[in-house]
C-alpha cells in the first residue's frame, strides 16, 4: 500500500526546479529539510562540479545532519524503485545526481567532502584561507567560540587610556568611576559590534540614534494603540479627568503621575512621542507598580468614596480582561524614554567614540593572541571580496565557481551576513542560470544570540535585496 503525496506536493515540486531561485517560507515541521535536500540533489544533476553547488545552515549539527542526509539519498539511488509515493521523487533526484556523477567521475560517495554543505562561519574562514593577504588578516588565525575574555581585555586597555582620551574619562565620570560597569557595557558592546558599527559610523551618527529611538518609542505606542479595548478613550476620559481635577484640589499642584490628563478631551490618543506623557498617565491611573490592573480604586487616585466617577472607573476596570495584550503593552509604555537631553547627547557622543577606540584594541589583542571571533573572520571575509563595483580577485574566482546558494534557517542571518550573500550575487544576472534558494520562518528566529534580525527575511522578500535572479516565492 502506497501512501500518498502531500497535499503541497505540486508546490514543493515547483520548488525543486533548478533554474529558479526561491524563497522559501517554511515553518518548523514542514519538511524543509527534505525540500532542501531534494533541491541539492536536482542541482547536481545540472553542474559541472559538486562545489558549485553551496549549503549553508547556522550550526555545526545542521550541516553535519543536512550532509548526511544527503549522501543517504545519494547512496539509496543504487536501491530498487520504492513503492512509496512520497519517497520516489527523492530517488528519481538522486539517481539523475547519480548519473551526473559517474559522468564527471567526481567519486561523491567516496569523497563525500566535496559537497559543500557547510555553517556560514566556516564559509567565512575558508574565503579569508582563501586570500589571506587580501582579508588583512596573514595566515588564519584560531576562531573562538567564546571571546569574552578578549572582549573584556580590549575593554579594560582602553579604560587605561583615559589620560590619553577625554572621551574616556567623560564616560568613566559617568558611571561614577565604576570601573568594572565601564569595563563591562564596552565588552558587551563589542561583543555585537557588527550591529552598530555601520550605524555609528560618521558625525550624524548620534542624531541617527535619537531617530531610531523615537522609531522605536513610535513602533510601541502604535502596538498599544491597536491593542486597546474599544471606546477606551471616550469612556474613560471624563473619570481620568475628574481624577486629575481632584488631585490637584485637593493637593493644590496636582498629581504628577496623571496631571497630564487634565485636559483629555476625551480623543485617542497617537502612536506618537508627543502623546507619550499622555499615555504614561493612563498607564499612572489604571496600573499597580507592578503593571496589574488596580484592583483598589481610592481618593488617592482622585476618586472620592460613594461618587459616580468612583463607581464608573470600577465598573470599567472590572469588566476590562486584565490578561489582555492593552494591559501589558501599557505597563511597557510607562517605562518609554522620552528623549535624550543635552548632557544625555554629550554622554553619548563620547561614548560613541569610546566604543571606536575599543574596536581598534581588540584588533590589537587578537593579532597578539592570534585569535579571532565570528565577527571578525565574518568582517575580514567581506573586505577580502571587495565589492560589486571593485571585486577583489577572490570575488572574482567565487563568482566562477559558485552557483547555486542555499540558505537554511534565513531568519536566522544578521546584517553582516546578508551583506556578505550579498557581495557573493552580486554579479549574478537574470538568467546566467545561477540561483538563490533561501528557506526561513520569520515567526521564529532560533539563533538570535548570534545577533540575527528577523526583520531581515521580511526586507529580502519584499524587496529582493540579494542578486538579480529569476525569483520565485513559495509559502
Known sequence: MTTRQPSDSHIRSRAIDPSRSFLVQAPAGSGKTELLTDR???????VSRPEEVVAITFTKKAAAEMHA???????????????????????????AAMQRNDEMGWELLA??????????????????RAMPWVSGLGGVPAVVEDAREHYLQAAFDTLAMADEYDEVAQLLAHVDVHLSTAQSLIAQMLASRDQWQPVLGNAESVAQIEIN???????????????????????????????????????????????ALLDWDGSPFEASTDYLPLWQALANALLTNDGKLRKRITV???????????????????NADEGAWWVSALARARNLPQGYDAQQIDVLSSFVKVLWIASAQLRLRFAEQSEVDFIEISQRALQALGSSDQPSELLL???????????DEFQDTSHTQIE????????????????????GDPMQSIYRF??????????????????????????
Open 397 to 407: 574566482k567565487v563568482d566562477r565557481s559558485m552557483r547555486h546558494l542555499l540558505v
Open 420 to 439: 556578505l550573500l550579498e557581495r557573493l550575487s552580486s554579479g549574478w544576472e537574470q538568467g546566467d542560470g545561477r540561483t538563490l534558494f533561501l528557506v
Open 69 to 95: 542526509r544527503v549522501l543517504e539519498k545519494l547512496q539509496a539511488a543504487n536501491d530498487p524503485r520504492p513503492a512509496e509515493a512520497y519517497r520516489l521523487r527523492s530517488w528519481e533526484l538522486a539517481q
Open 300 to 318: 488617592k487616585q482622585g476618586f472620592p468614596a460613594k461618587t459616580v466617577q468612583k463607581q464608573g472607573i470600577e465598573a470599567w476596570i472590572n
Open 213 to 259: 529611538l523615537e522609531s522605536i518609542v513610535e513602533a510601541e505606542l502604535a502596538t498599544l494603540s491597536g491593542a486597546m479595548p474599544l471606546g477606551w478613550a471616550s469612556d474613560l476620559a471624563p473619570l481620568l479627568r475628574f481624577a486629575a481635577d481632584e488631585c490637584q484640589r485637593q493637593t493644590g499642584s496636582g498629581v504628577p503621575d496623571i496631571q
Open 450 to 475: 548570534r545577533k540575527a534580525e528577523v526583520g531581515l527575511f521580511i526586507q529580502v522578500k519584499n524587496q529582493r535585496r540579494l542578486g538579480k535572479s529569476n525569483w520565485s516565492r513559495w509559502r
Open 40 to 46: 541539492i540533489l536536482a542541482l547536481l544533476a545540472t
Open 111 to 128: 569523497y563525500p567532502a566535496r559537497l559543500s554543505i557547510r555553517t556560514i562561519d566556516s564559509l567565512c574562514a575558508h574565503l579569508v
